[in-house]
Structure formats: structure tokens, C-alpha cells
């Protein structure tokens, strides 16, 4: 308790309360702005926080990666278009709820269930944080070789669409990692004799491509489509449940706060799964399943509140062990180098008032969200109206300055463009482009333990099942891989 008042006193200063409150607005805005992912926006903006204080660039990229999750939840109630992918499944029951009326219900179910989520979420890493760094502190090379491992085989299982696929992003994110001068013996690879690429391809112009420039040609090539949003309340009596609607919500909201939390730990997992998961499972417990895709609370109720809690879960590995559990958290980890700070389990005795400062903004920033989404959705709405004939050259420039203002170096934007068209083709053919970052950002930290672990056995592969640790963490790679690529035998 004394470590997390000490980070409210970090928080509590001007400076970091209006970093807290800008990545709360930015990820309201750009949870309902469909198309425009955190990803995108945490990419663009890494540039920015160069120049910032460490503490206040993550407050302000972490309230943009929780705050998505409120925001998505207003498009997909008022317009049935999901602004972001952990609230797709609040699509089927919000927005059939508003058109018997119920919008303001739905809105403030989703505002008040992903407010006491991600509350309870952070009051567990604040208290799990400790223990589970203690853990990790006697981790060694071998260890965190097959932690690695087990990291990169779940998010190739958990990533949308074949697993096959995803692996294929993983090598693609792995071969862009070795890009560079070996860190070992400082010979360059796969540099093709371009000085440009003797640091390796740097995180800002590769995620600014990937997801940025990827995003402003999608927007290019995409049809203007006429926008049907139903009207929002007028008054915040509006946003309040009806005494059943309230009761039959507290449960989901219970349920999807644990499960979104636990799925929030897994490495692939994040909040779209912990949605999915929490709607299969109200669905399953209800005694009015027939009533689920027709309006039914307890699908936004559940689902909105499991999401909030995986967000939050997702920094648990994040900040104790230094390991992204999804593309998101791969981009903050990155932030984190930037700023020459390594998350781990040894944050938390050198830089106690960054860890405790992050965390603590977690519980201001979630009311700061409560605060703005329900009053201030009409005016969140209306952004939905700006064209993207304005919207994406907007995008496009912010982009590119962010590029070049990263290092000061031409050849990174060249790298960008190249990067959004691979991304664009990517995307187009179904790819998860979020394993492409995970791997590039968990790569060289395997390599990098895989090599300590066999100097310090003289080359002996027995080092990694000498503990039981590693050898459990190795089973759990193999057998999700071996899961994930069995065949499967065809419906009927």
C-alpha cells in the first residue's frame, strides 16, 4: 500500500494527470473510429514520446490501449459497427437492445461493467505484482529461452484465422528481429552491405507501416458507405438500467471480470478472446438463452466487462517479466527500450515510482473514462462524420512526420512505405499482422537466452531440461503447437 501511494503521488502531479487524461480521450476516440486500432495510434504517437519523461509517455499509451475498450463499445451499440475487435460480440445483443430503446441501458451497462473490470484488474496487479516478480527473479537463460517459446506457440494458437498462417508471420516477424549486427560476436546479417540496416529495422517505422500506412491505403481503396447511427440519450438518467436490467448484469459482469482477467495473462490471449469466451459462457448459464443475439443484457454485460479485465491482465506479464501478451503490449515494451527501461521483475526495486506510477494512473484513468463516455457521447459520436477523403491524409502525415522525427533519418521512411504495403497485402490476404510485431519483439530475447543458456553449458542442449521449469514451459509450446496443427476432421 505504501509502494501504491507513492505512485499516486507520481500520478497526481499536473504534468502526469493531463498525460492520463490525453490517452483516455485518444483511446475513447479511437475505439469509435472504426478502422483506427490502438495499434495504429500507439505506433504513430511513439515518436512523440521521445522527448517525454518515461513515466508519463507509458501513462499516456497505456490509457490509449485500455481506454479502446470503452470506445469500441459506443459504435457497436449506436451503429452495430465495432470499433475495435474485443467489442465485435457487443455488436449482437447492443445493438438490438437500442433498437427496442435501450441504447442509453446498454451504454451504461458497458460504461459501469468495464469500469469496476478493469478497477478490480488493476487492484490484482497491484497485488500480484510482488509475488510473481519474486518468481521470474530466479528464472535463468534456459528458463526464459522456453518461456519465450511457449509465449510465441500460444500467439500463433490464439491468432485469428489458420495457425498455419500465423506461424508464418511468426518467421516473418523472426527473420526481420535478426536483421542487424549480431549482438555476440557484432557481425553484420542480412544487411546486404546498407549501413541503414547495421541497428536493425527500428520498432517506429516498422509498426508505423504495418498498421499507419497500411490503415490510410485500406481507407484510399475503401468505399464511402452512408452511416446509420440511432440517437444516444439526452440525459444521463438515460444511461441507468432498469432495476431487472441491472440484476440480471451483475453476475455476467462478476464471471467476465475473472475470466477477462486470466485470459488477459496468456501470451495471444487479450481482450477479443476473453470477450468471445465470456459471451459462449452467459449464453451456456442463462435461462433465456433464446433471448442472446435479440437483445439480451447479460451479452453486453459480460462480454464488455471481460474485455476491460484482459486489458488489464495484459500488463501483469508486461511489467513482471517483461513479456508483451499481445501486439499492444509488444508496442509499450518497445516504448519502454526506447526510453532505455527493460520491464521485469527487477522494475520494481530500480524504478518502483515508474511501475507504481503506471499503475496507479490505471485507476484514474478508469475514471476519467466512466467520466467521459457517458456524458460526452454525442460528441464522440459525431466524429463518425468526418469523411475519410479528410481523414486519411490526416492519418498519412502525422504518420510520416512520426517516421522522420523517430531518428532523423530518410531511409526510415522509405522502410515505413515498404512496410505499409507489405501490410496492405498482408492484411488483404487474411494475415494477423499482430504476430509479425509479437515475434519481431520476442525474437531476439529468445535468441538472445538460447545463447547464454548454451555458453554457460558449453554447448550441452540438456541445459534446457535440467529444470523443471523450462521443461514445463517447453511442454506447454509443444503441445499447443501439436494442438494446434492436428488435423481437423471435417463437420458431418
Excluded at 513515466?55 to 463499445?73: E, N, P, Q, R
Excluded at 427496442?100 to 460504461?111: C, Q, S, T
Excluded at 475473472?258 to 459471451?279: D, E, H, K, N, W
Aim: proline share 6%.
Amino acid at each position: 500500500m505504501d509502494a501504491l501511494l507513492g505512485g499516486f503521488a507520481v500520478v497526481m502531479t499536473a504534468e502526469n494527470l493531463f498525460y492520463c487524461f490525453v490517452g483516455a480521450f485518444l483511446g475513447t476516440v479511437v475505439g469509435i473510429l472504426p478502422g483506427l486500432g490502438p495499434l495504429t495510434t500507439i505506433a504513430i504517437l511513439l515518436p512523440v514520446t521521445f522527448k517525454m519523461d518515461v513515466t508519463s509517455a507509458i501513462i499516456m499509451l497505456s490509457g490509449i490501449y485500455y481506454g479502446v475498450a470503452y470506445g469500441g463499445t459506443v459504435t457497436s451499440v449506436l451503429m452495430r459497427i465495432p470499433g475495435e475487435a474485443s467489442s465485435v460480440v457487443t455488436c449482437l445483443d447492443g445493438y438490438e437492445m437500442a433498437r427496442k430503446g435501450r441504447a442509453g441501458a446498454a451504454l451504461g451497462v458497458a460504461a459501469i461493467g468495464s469500469f469496476f473490470a478493469g478497477t478490480v484488474g488493476t487492484i490484482a496487479i497491484s497485488y500480484l505484482s510482488a509475488p510473481l516478480s519474486k518468481l521470474v527473479i530466479a528464472f535463468g537463460p534456459s528458463e526464459y529461452a522456453m518461456l519465450m517459446l511457449a509465449g510465441l506457440s500460444m500467439v500463433t494458437y490464439f491468432a485469428g484465422g489458420s495457425i498455419v498462417r500465423a506461424l508464418l508471420m511468426a518467421a516473418f516477424g523472426l527473420l526481420l528481429g535478426t536483421i542487424g549486427t549480431d549482438p555476440m560476436n557484432m557481425t553484420p546479417r542480412m544487411t546486404f552491405g546498407l549501413l541503414t540496416l547495421a541497428d536493425g529495422i527500428n520498432l517506429v517505422p516498422l509498426a508505423i507501416g504495418l498498421f499507419g500506412l497500411s490503415e490510410v491505403l485500406a481507407m484510399a481503396l475503401k468505399r464511402e458507405e452512408e452511416l446509420k447511427i440511432l440517437a444516444p440519450p439526452s440525459t444521463m438518467l438515460g444511461f441507468l438500467p432498469s432495476r431487472d436490467e441491472a440484476k440480471r448484469s451483475v453476475g455476467p459482469v462478476a464471471r467476465g471480470t475473472v475470466m477477462g482477467f486470466l485470459v488477459g495473462l496468456l501470451p495471444g490471449g487479450g481482450a477479443v478472446l476473453a470477450s468471445f469466451i465470456s459471451y459462449a459462457v452467459e449464453r451456456k448459464l442463462s435461462k433465456r438463452p433464446e433471448e442472446f443475439g435479440k437483445g439480451a443484457v447479460e451479452g453486453v454485460a459480460g462480454p464488455e466487462a471481460s474485455n476491460n479485465a484482459g486489458t488489464a491482465g495484459a500488463f501483469l506479464p508486461l511489467l513482471c517479466m517483461g513479456i508483451p501478451a499481445n501486439a499492444i503490449t509488444a508496442l509499450l515494451l518497445g516504448a519502454f527500450m526506447i526510453h532505455g527501461v527493460s520491464p521485469g521483475p527487477t522494475i520494481l526495486e530500480r524504478q518502483p515510482q515508474l511501475f507504481w506510477g503506471v499503475i496507479a494512473s490505471m485507476y484514474i484513468g478508469n475514471i476519467m473514462l466512466l467520466i467521459l463516455n457517458l456524458p460526452l457521447v454525442g460528441l464522440f459520436v459525431r466524429i463518425l462524420e468526418i469523411p475519410r477523403a479528410y481523414l486519411a491524409p490526416m492519418i498519412l502525415a502525422v504518420c510520416l512526420i512520426g517516421v522522420y522525427s523517430s531518428n532523423g533519418n530518410p531511409a526510415d521512411i522509405l522502410i515505413a512505405v515498404i512496410f505499409g504495403f507489405v501490410g496492405y497485402v498482408l492484411r488483404r490476404q487474411g494475415f494477423d499482422l499482430g504476430v509479425v510485431i509479437l515475434a519481431y519483439v520476442l525474437g531476439p530475447i529468445f535468441e538472445r537466452s538460447v545463447r547464454q543458456a548454451l555458453a554457460i553449458s558449453d554447448g550441452d542442449p540438456l541445459i534446457f531440461l535440467h529444470s523443471p521449469i523450462s521443461v514445463g514451459f517447453a511442454t506447454v509450446a509443444a503441445a499447443v503447437l501439436l494442438i494446434g496443427l492436428w488435423p481437423k476432421r471435417p463437420a458431418g
